[in-house]
């Protein structure tokens, strides 16, 4: 618990090209600390410049503009977003490429300058981000959006891909079967959880004491936040916020959860589990 790791030099990051200014770690590092449930990142660096609240709003441009405090820098928790593993076009067409550009890139980009913003002015001391999302609720509101909104991301980016078959198998399939009687029966409770959720919000499938549970959050509450109505650790996730479907679904998010079903990474599912 509580690894840390060095980040890749700023500049290094390559792609989106119009997230530049943003430190990014590599998929495999992503995976390797959610499967620890550590996903911390302590980086000494930049701190990202300006503000918008993430609470209610569902636009939230980012703000490229960057700063260095030299008096944080030594001492400042950053997080990262992670490289989206794709391109915007791979999850067509169950998700347009403009909903997934303007979703990563502003939104999610958003968060992230938000949360370190918010870490530097209010000098919250945190081991790594499983620590701070672990005692998020002694913060302010701000840390609490925005560090669930920038955690989420970057595993909602992980849980999906390409060329899903639209179903598990192996011992997914079989921790599926155990625990909710079908695939179909997981597939409906999920679906349910995701439909359910009023307003902005997750969907989850979270192991907890070596069971698995459905639930969903509101807004960036993250099932690793010591304020979250659901906890355990996250296998999946589904985000519901209008921003990440209102492009093409328009008001139906049902359609756009049916359809979300074909890009679910079920591989990153299984490196979860367990
Ligand atoms: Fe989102």
Request: hydrophobic share 40%; net charge neutral.
């Amino acid at each position: 618990m509580g690894r840390r790791y060095s980040a890749p030099e700023r500049g290094s990051a390559t792609f989106p090209p119009s997230s530049h200014y943003l430190r990014h770690m590599d998929r495999k590092q992503f995976l390797s600390r959610s499967l620890k449930a550590s996903v911390g990142a302590l980086i000494a660096g930049p701190v990202l410049a300006s503000s918008t609240s993430c609470n209610t709003a569902e636009n939230n441009d980012a703000v490229v503009d960057a700063t260095t405090p030299a008096s944080s820098a030594a001492t400042a928790l950053q997080l990262a977003q992670i490289a989206l593993p794709y391109a915007y076009t791979a999850l067509e067409p169950s998700i347009d490429a403009q909903t997934m550009e303007i979703h990563y890139t502003k939104h999610h980009a958003a968060y992230v300058k938000n949360v370190n913003e918010a870490i530097a002015a209010e000098g919250v001391v945190a081991k790594d981000e499983t620590d701070l999302l672990a005692r998020v609720g002694t913060f302010s509101a701000k840390v609490r959006n925005n560090a669930g909104g920038t955690w989420n991301h970057n595993f909602f980016w992980q849980v999906m891909g390409p060329g899903g078959k639209g179903a598990p198998e192996g011992k997914v399939l079989d921790a599926l079967n155990a625990s909710f009687g079908s695939f179909d029966k997981f597939k409906e409770a999920f679906t349910d959880a995701g439909m359910k959720r009023f307003g902005s919000g997750w969907a989850w499938l979270v192991e907890r004491n070596g069971e698995l549970a459905i639930g969903s959050t509101p807004n960036q509450d993250c099932p690793l936040m010591d304020v979250s109505e659901l906890k355990g650790k996250p296998l999946l996730a589904l985000d519901v916020w209008e921003h990440a479907y209102y492009l093409k679904y328009q008001n139906k998010r049902n359609e756009y959860v049916a359809n979300w079903w074909q890009v679910v990474n079920w591989n990153a599912v299984a490196e979860r589990l367990g």
